[in-house]
C-alpha cells in the first residue's frame, strides 16, 4: 500500500474504479466485519456481566482521511471509526466504554526498511511509529484514567491525519 502525501496533492487522486467485488468484500470482511461481530459479543457478554467493561478498537488512519489506491481499506477503516462512535454513545450509560485507535504506518517485521524510511517522510514526525506506543495508547484508553472517554478515535499516526 502506498500512501497519498498529507497535503492530498492532486497526483495522489484514485485514478481507477472501485476494487473488484470479492476484494472489497474481502477487505470489508476481515477489516470492518470482524470487529463488528467481535463488538457484539464482547458488548453482549458486559451488558450481561452488568459492571460496565471498555472496548478498543483497532481502525487506521486511513479510516479518517482516505487513501486513494485502497477504495475498500479506506471505507472498511471508516466503518470501524463510524460503529466506534455509536457503540461509545449508545453504552455509555451502561458504563461501556467503546473508543478505537487510529494509526498510522508502524515499524513492524512486515513492511522492510527501505519502505518504512519513505513512509516516515510522509509523516509530521519525520519517523513512522512504533508497535509499543500503539500498545501504550491502548492500555490508556483500557484503563481508568480514560474513564470519561467513549465514542473517541485517536489517531497515532505522528501528526499525518493534521495536515
Known amino acids: 500500500m502506498t500512501l497519498p502525501s498529507p ?4 497526483a ?3 485514478t481507477s ?6 476484494t472489497g468484500e474481502r477487505t470489508n470482511g476481515i477489516d470492518y466485519s470482524g ?3 467481535t463488538n457484539k459479543y464482547v ?5 450481561k456481566q452488568g459492571n460496565g467493561g471498555v472496548v478498543v478498537n483497532l481502525a487506521s488512519m486511513f479510516g479518517l482521511v482516505a487513501i486513494s489506491n485502497n477504495i475498500a481499506y479506506s471505507a472498511s477503516k471508516g466503518g470501524v471509526v463510524n460503529m466506534t462512535r455509536a457503540a461509545g454513545t449508545m453504552y455509555a450509560k451502561e458504563g461501556i466504554r467503546v473508543n ?3 494509526p498510522g504506518v508502524i515499524r513492524t517485521p512486515l513492511i522492510d526498511e527501505p ?3 519513505q513512509y516516515a517522510k510522509l509523516h509530521p514526525a519525520g519517523r513512522v511509529g512504533e508497535a509499543q506506543e500503539v500498545a501504550d495508547l491502548i492500555t490508556f484508553l483500557a484503563s481508568d484514567k480514560a474513564k470519561f472517554i467513549t465514542g473517541a478515535t485517536i489517531p497515532i499516526d505522528g501528526g499525518y491525519t493534521a495536515v
Open 7 to 10: 497535503r492530498r496533492a492532486s
Open 12 to 14: 495522489a487522486r484514485a
Open 17 to 22: 474504479s472501485l476494487p473488484p467485488s470479492k
Open 35 to 37: 470487529v463488528f461481530y
Open 43 to 47: 458488548i453482549e457478554q458486559l451488558l
Open 100 to 102: 478505537a485507535v487510529a
Open 115 to 117: 519502505t518504512l524510511e
